[in-house]
């Protein structure tokens, strides 16, 4: 009895140290998996104290394009008659001039005509220059009767520069709006011839006019297009009062050549305190070559 109940004990003594034994073993496995799984998470660290991680890839910035300048010049014929009325100086009798294109033309000894244009985006910058050198007898009329003819020689200049800003820019109509100023020159001889004298006034003069401007174009369908173009000035400060209108119809005959065909009108009234008097209208077709650069 005292037998079987040591053997009892023993064989009890021996499973708990057995089951022991299974624990132990257990815990240092999962210790050895988690010292693995710190040294491989070691090992995946940079060894290098100083190294920074990679950035992440920033987005594509779209850089706005740079606004480019678009330069043009515009080779014009003004096929313009005058009328109105001219004084060289006190005391002498005004001239009035009635001049068709066919007398302008037969009095005609030099002229230049011409513009030019500059734009970027939406600021716009134009010039022109108009110089004519006449020489006309027929065509001009004195009320003075002591002189029973007249001929004059004339050198005009008419040089504008204007600047300003595109009000409309992305519809299918363009407007401008401009301001600047012109500077007017005349020079002239002018002869008298009576029955009992023959006297001659020469003069010369040159003043600037502010000038407001606006053109307007829009398209017609295909590759035609309209021009409306008009400006004031003077207002006092040089001529009395000065302004001009263009009207053109435009063909585009390539992607930088433009043809244009219309009428143009432009007036100058100025006098000042010498007694030189100069108020004249020019007007007539007008045929213009537009080139683009």
């Not at 706005?64 to 109105?84: C, N, Q, R």
């Not at 504008?160 to 301001?179: E, H, I, Q, S």
């Not at 006297?199 to 053109?215: E, F, G, N, Q």
Request: glycine share 10%; net charge positive; aromatic share 10%.
């Amino acid at each position: 009895m005292d037998g079987r109940i040591f053997r009892g004990i023993r064989a009890g003594l021996l499973v708990l140290l057995l089951a022991s034994g299974a624990a132990v073993q257990a815990t240092s496995t999962d210790a050895a998996g988690e010292t693995a799984t710190s040294d491989a998470v070691l090992v995946a660290q940079p060894t290098d104290p100083d190294a920074q991680p990679p950035e992440a890839p920033s987005p594509d910035v779209q850089m706005p394009a740079k606004k480019k300048w678009e330069f043009a010049t515009i080779g014009y014929i003004f096929f313009a008659g005058a009328h109105g009325k001219t004084t060289p100086r006190d005391p002498f009798a005004p001239v009035t001039l009635d001049l068709s294109f066919h007398d302008v033309l037969k009095a005609f000894k030099f002229a230049f005509m011409g513009a030019a244009e500059a734009r970027n985006d939406r600021l716009v910058f134009l010039g022109d220059l108009m110089w004519v050198h006449l020489g006309e007898s027929q065509g001009l009329k004195i009320r003075d009767v002591n002189f029973a003819d007249v001929k004059i020689d004339s050198k005009t200049t008419a040089v504008t520069a204007l600047g300003g800003y595109r009000l409309a820019n992305k519809g299918p109509v363009v407007v401008d709006l401009m301001a600047g100023g012109r500077l007017n020159g005349n020079k002239q001889r002018v002869d008298y011839h009576g029955t009992l004298i023959d006297v001659s006034a020469s003069v010369s003069k040159t003043w600037i006019d502010p000038i407001v401007a606006t053109r307007i174009i829009a398209p017609l369908g295909g590759k035609f297009s309209t021009t409306f173009y008009g400006d004031i000035g003077g207002f006092g400060i040089g001529s009395k009062l000065t302004w001009q209108g263009i009207a053109t119809v435009n063909y585009q005959i390539n992607h930088k050549m433009t043809l244009g065909a219309g009428w143009r009108y432009f007036k100058i009234n100025y006098r000042d305190n010498d007694g030189f008097k100069y108020g004249v209208a020019q007007s007539g077709p007008i045929l213009m070559l537009r080139t683009v650069f």
